[in-house]
């Protein structure tokens, strides 16, 4: 990523935060958990109160990185894929049948966080 991408302004608080760069959406979530809930509440709280978006039509590919510390418990992928998309649908996209690409990885990281990036086909 560039410093020019770097330096874009991010939308949000500690727990959530999000930005826009043309037709790609970056989102940063700072808690990884089990409960996937969890992240579809704290998306759409987000939205609710962050960054307002119209959904929009179309195709679309989406990149999660699951950020973990090695000694973090294990967590099923598709769990967290699941939640990311119904937290995300209806407010980037109408529904999540739009995604034509998923692309979900498990990191190491000194720290855990979601990083989301949705992008227009």
């Known amino acids: ?14 727990n959530v935060r999000g930005r826009t760069i043309g037709d790609v959406w970056q989102f940063e979530i700072n808690e990884v958990t089990s409960q996937a809930r969890v992240y579809k509440q ?5 939205f609710r109160t962050q960054m307002p978006l119209r959904p929009k039509w179309g195709e679309f590919e989406v ?3 699951i950020h973990l510390n090695p000694n973090f418990p294990q967590i099923d ?11 995300i649908k209806s407010h980037v996209f109408v ?5 034509m690409r998923l692309l ?4 190491p ?3 855990e966080k979601l990083f989301i ?3 227009k086909r």
């Open 1 to 14: 990523m560039s410093s020019e991408i770097d330096d874009l302004k991010w939308l949000g608080g500690a």
């Open 117 to 119: 990036e949705v992008r």
């Open 77 to 87: 992928v598709d769990n967290v894929a699941k939640a990311v998309l119904d937290g």
């Open 104 to 107: 979900v990885e498990k990191l």
């Open 95 to 99: 529904d999540d049948s739009q995604i």
């Open 63 to 65: 990149d999660i990185q």
């Open 42 to 46: 704290a998306l759409h709280e987000f």
């Open 109 to 111: 990281s000194e720290s």
